[in-house]
């Protein structure tokens, strides 16, 4: 094989070889293995290792190497994780967990956002969600994406809620992979959504938690259905 030769890159060889089975849990691989397979120094794989330990995704024991965790023990939220379980087998179900979890909590955000967001983040939504509109009238897949990711980390991070801010950095990987799983964000002007993302903005900006609520499950509802 191609010679690695950059943490990241053994990273990304290691990480869906677990998530995919490659590695089951609970199988003991010998860092030394790992540097004769990817040529790589001792010090790339012990770095690497320790990120991948950082996850949960595998403990290490200086005299047995490394050992797979169960997938339940798994940092679930880190967003390493989730892309390579978006690229795996299970991808349809990961996005339904991931848009479940999107339907307990944005909703709650975007009351949050109502009471929490500055003046500036309520401007930045009213913006992005008309771009959003224009992108898929356009048909610009790409702008209507960029536009969507900004506007629903900024939900997050204008929420007041630090634990749903914290979030927002797995927004990237999650749309990215419902762009490549439905069709209609592919085709952004046919998403029978896209006007509630101004109804949200706009109550954010008004002030009104209520509606902004209601409105943001009700798009997360649409999206569900889609899936």
């Known amino acids: 094989m191609a010679r690695l030769t950059l943490q990241g890159d053994l990273l990304e060889a290691l990480g869906p070889r677990i998530v995919n089975g490659h590695y089951p849990a609970g199988e003991v691989i010998r860092s030394e293995t790992i540097e004769t397979e990817f040529q790589m120094s001792r010090t790339v794989v012990r770095e690497a290792l320790k990120v991948l330990e950082s996850m949960n995704m595998v403990s290490i024991r200086r005299s047995q190497g490394l050992t797979v965790r169960p997938a339940a023990e798994w940092n679930l939220f880190d967003p390493l994780v989730i892309r390579w379980r978006l690229a795996g087998g299970g991808r349809v179900g990961q996005l339904r967990s991931l848009t479940e979890l999107r339907l307990a909590i944005e909703p709650v955000a975007a009351a949050g956002a109502a009471a929490e967001a500055s003046d500036e983040q309520r401007a930045r939504l009213i913006e992005h969600a008309h771009g ?21 980390q900024l939900v997050l991070e204008a929420s007041g809620n ?14 990215d992979a419902y762009a490549a799983e439905s069709a209609s964000l592919d085709d952004p002007e046919v998403d029978p959504s896209q006007h509630l993302h101004v109804t949200v903005a ?8 209520g509606s902004a609520e209601s409105a943001t499950r009700e798009m997360l509802t649409l999206l569900r259905h889609r899936l």
Not at 136 to 143: E, I, M, Q, V, Y
Not at 162 to 175: D, K, N, T, W
């Open 202 to 209: 706009e109550a954010i900006a008004a002030g009104d938690a």
């Open 162 to 175: 630090e634990m749903f801010a914290s979030l927002s950095r797995i927004v990237p990987e999650v749309f």
């Open 132 to 152: 959003i509109t224009r992108a898929g009238l356009d048909g610009d897949g790409p702008s209507f994406l960029a536009h969507d990711r900004a506007f629903h």
